[in-house]
């Protein structure tokens, strides 16, 4: 829900650019801001005639990331995206013109639908639960098959060797973050524990799976997600600001996270669902049920048409199927089931240090009073658990693969450049 502005804008200087830019967006507004996003600061407008847009900014000052904030390929990639199957938000505008409002900013279109920040979703039935988590599977899917190339985003990243550009981008990225010091304190934030080996882990290409590229998001999961008020239906992905050309298995891991965290400590850190635990939840799938979907919806053909009213349409009916689906999708799955599990278990791992990593820039941007949500005191302690939990994964995934085995190939395998790209 949207309530006090925490960060203030200039309203005046926002309704009179909007005004000469944007005319179908009626002055004046009514500007609130929401609780969620510890990253971009969002905000609701209500324009004079009543009808909700929604505004995401950089924050304020001197950012510690380069990667991060990146609100112009939020834009870009939304308005990309808005005539495919894959859901998203009308996007109305960008501008980067920061004496407007301090900072860069797109507007977009407000999805009056339902947010789940509990990925459990604890207030619906379990079979609405199990097709609530299918259509957001299948989501995930659509957008992986889309060829870069048919949406104008041939150039939105590199199609290969994402995983080593990762580990090297993140390296620099922890090595700044732990070096930001509390501007009251001057206490530095500190490096994750495990850093330099989990670094050796993952710069190992021996051990990365097999090099792939589609689209993908950078932070899928539930609660970035607007699902229809009534039906078990993704009407829009959200907070796109980590999108590019990518391996595909970052993004499944991210949706499966609360499942790998369920037996953290709830008090020492983040994204710690025990109704994830198995058996806990009746209606959720299990980690083998969601993998299965994904992959043999990725590998189907995208629909013919890519009018709003066939995507619908088609949404509406897979989303009444999703149970028989998961079950049949399990059932019949039966090729490269052991290295699908050996590469999950990679970017499951990858994916933990990743989520450490990003508690600790919240933590930073907390240290230079930046940080743009009330929880970002506990994001920023939850670093060093998150990192711990990483090492342990690590340690896993060593064992599983065998003392120096190699694994799916990274980028310079000759397997790995002959395997098709989507997976």
């Known amino acids: 829900m949207a309530g006090r502005v925490r960060q203030p804008i200039d309203t005046r200087?926002?309704?009179?650019?909007i005004s000469q830019n944007v005319p179908l967006i009626e002055v004046p507004l009514d500007v609130k801001q929401f609780g969620f996003g510890q990253s971009n600061p969002t905000y609701q407008l209500t324009a004079a005639d009543g009808t909700r847009y929604v505004l995401r900014k950089?924050?304020?000052g001197p950012l510690v990331s380069k990667t991060a904030h990146k609100v112009e390929r939020e834009y870009r990639i939304i308005h990309a995206l808005e005539k495919t199957d894959v859901p998203v938000p009308k996007a109305y505008c960008l501008c980067e013109d920061e004496s407007v409002i301090g900072t860069p900013f797109y507007i977009m279109e407000f999805l009056d639908g339902r947010i789940f920040e509990d990925p459990v979703i604890p207030s619906v039935l379990p079979d609405h639960r199990r097709a609530i988590w299918a259509d957001a599977v299948r989501t995930l899917a659509k957008l992986h098959r889309i060829d870069p190339r048919s949406v104008g985003l041939e150039n939105f990243g590199k199609p290969t060797g994402f995983y080593t550009r990762q580990v090297n981008t993140w390296r620099a990225v922890c090595d700044a973050q732990a070096a930001v010091r509390d501007v009251e304190t001057r206490e530095a934030?500190?490096?994750l524990p495990h850093f330099s080996e989990l670094m050796e882990f993952f710069a190992d290409e021996r051990q990365q799976p097999a090099?792939?590229?589609?689209?993908i998001h950078g932070d899928f999961k539930i609660d970035n997600l607007v699902f229809h008020k009534t039906e078990p239906r993704v009407i829009g992905i959200l907070d796109w600001e980590m999108s590019t050309i990518g391996h595909p298995l970052s993004d499944i891991s991210n949706l499966l996270t609360p499942y790998f965290t369920a037996r953290l400590d709830p008090r020492r850190s983040v994204n710690v669902h025990p109704g994830f635990?198995?058996?806990a939840t009746r209606g959720l799938p299990t980690p083998d049920e969601i993998t299965t979907l994904y992959f043999s919806v990725v590998s189907s053909p995208s629909p013919s048409s890519s009018s709003s009213s066939s995507s619908s349409s088609s949404s509406t009916g897979e989303a009444g199927d999703s149970s028989l689906e998961l079950t049949l999708a399990t059932a019949t799955a039966t090729q490269g089931l052991r290295d699908r599990r050996r590469e999950l278990q990679?970017?499951?791992?990858?994916n933990i240090f990743r989520l450490a990593a990003i508690c600790q820039g919240i933590a930073a941007r907390q240290a230079g009073r930046q940080a743009s949500s009330e929880?970002?005191?506990r994001y920023g302690d939850a670093r060093n658990p998150l990192a711990e939990f990483a090492w342990e994964l690590v340690q896993s995934a060593k064992a599983a693969s065998g003392a120096g085995g190699g694994g799916g190939g990274g980028g310079g395998g000759g397997a790995a450049k002959g395997r098709d790209s989507k997976l």
Do not use: I, N, S, Y
């Not at 200087?13 to 650019?17: F, H, I, S, V």
């Not at 090099?211 to 689209?215: A, E, F, I, Q, V």
């Not at 990679?346 to 990858?350: E, I, V």
């Open 13 to 17: 200087a926002l309704e009179k650019w």
């Open 346 to 350: 990679w970017a499951q791992a990858f």
């Open 189 to 191: 934030v500190g490096q």
């Open 211 to 215: 090099d792939r590229g589609t689209l």
């Open 375 to 377: 929880q970002a005191r």
């Open 277 to 279: 635990l198995p058996r």
């Open 58 to 60: 950089k924050p304020p």
